[in-house]
């Protein structure tokens, strides 16, 4: 059974930073494009950020230049180093493959004061 458990947010001030971390079990980890979702309460869920198994990222275009995904194969996890945070990033973070093909796990609620 495929397990996502993401942790790390909170509540940071704007201009502050965050880093999340996402640890995945019961898949080939290694074989899979890996990413960032985010959904704002009444919205869609959206993509954030994304990278493959070798490493290269890609993102959406509000957060490039702010973010910045890592992945740790061997440890089965992804990270989100989030910078320069804005009230527009408030939403719950999920980390998932890309497209999403596995149950989405709890979350991580990150909130931005402005």
């Known amino acids: 059974q495929v397990q996502l458990v993401e942790s790390g947010g909170g509540l940071v001030q704007a201009e502050g930073s965050l880093r999340l971390s996402c640890a995945a079990s019961?898949?080939?980890?290694?074989?899979?494009?890996m990413a960032w979702y985010r959904q704002v309460r009444g919205k869609e869920r959206e993509f954030v950020a994304g990278?493959?198994?070798?490493?290269?990222?890609h993102y959406a275009d509000s957060v490039k230049g702010r973010f910045t995904i890592s992945r740790d194969n061997a440890e089965r996890t992804i990270r989100l180093q989030m910078a320069n945070l804005k009230s527009d990033d408030t939403g719950v973070y999920y980390c998932?493959?890309?497209?999403?093909?596995?149950?989405w796990g709890q979350g991580t609620q990150v909130t931005v004061s402005s």
């Open positions: 998932n493959t890309r497209p999403a093909y596995y149950a």
């Open positions: 990278i493959t198994n070798g490493g290269t990222t």
């Open positions: 019961g898949l080939i980890f290694g074989t899979h494009l």
